[in-house]
């Protein structure tokens, strides 16, 4: 079955700008959704979804961006827009992965994002100290940390060399 990558990037992204709209109007069925075996497919879109909405607001504000490298005075725009791309990135790779869990190269590029976002909020925290750890720093660290280890237990079942 051909999957309509266009129909469920727009389902994500509408879900996010207008849910009441988009739950009058969606088109989405549980066949847009990734088929792959197992939640770890499903689990890589929605981590992608919620890194599309971390895109969007890191476009529009600081806010959220200071709330988590809350040791600086100040979030430049430029940091977080800089922030945004890399996000935007990393849920781009993560939604391919997620409809082609067997391809060895995008699942590969998936779980070494993941050691990144660890090693960069493990670092903001312990080595420059840009951040503590409360709320804001603690949920991407364990989202982060759980994919990874998810992703590196279930190597060999998902990933056939």
């Keep these: 079955m051909a999957i309509n990558y266009d129909a469920?990037?727009?389902?994500?992204?509408?879900?996010?700008?207008?849910?009441?709209?988009?739950?009058?109007?969606?088109a989405c069925t549980a066949a847009d959704l990734p088929q792959?075996?197992?939640?770890?497919p499903k689990w890589l879109l929605l981590v992608s979804a919620m890194a599309i909405f971390?895109?969007?607001?890191?476009?529009?504000?600081?806010?959220?961006?200071?709330?988590?490298?809350?040791?600086?005075?100040?979030?430049?725009?430029?940091q977080a827009r800089t922030f945004a791309v890399w996000t935007l990135m990393s849920a781009v790779v993560r939604f391919y992965t997620a409809y082609d869990i067997h391809n060895k190269t995008l699942y590969d590029m998936s779980l070494l994002s993941f050691l990144i976002v660890f090693g960069h909020f493990t670092s903001e925290i312990f080595v420059f100290r840009t951040a503590k750890l409360n709320g804001p720093v603690i949920s991407p660290l364990i989202v982060g940390t759980t994919s990874?280890?998810?992703?590196?237990?279930?190597?060999?079942?998902?990933?056939?060399?």
């Excluded at 792959?36 to 770890?40: A, K, N, Q, V």
């Design 54 to 78: 971390n895109t969007v607001q890191n476009f529009t504000t600081t806010k959220l961006t200071h709330r988590l490298y809350n040791r600086l005075p100040i979030v430049a725009p430029v």
């Design 8 to 26: 469920v990037l727009a389902c994500l992204l509408f879900s996010f700008i207008a849910p009441t709209a988009y739950a009058k109007l969606t």
């Design 36 to 40: 792959g075996p197992g939640i770890l």
């Design 148 to 161: 990874l280890v998810w992703m590196i237990t279930q190597y060999d079942f998902y990933v056939k060399a």
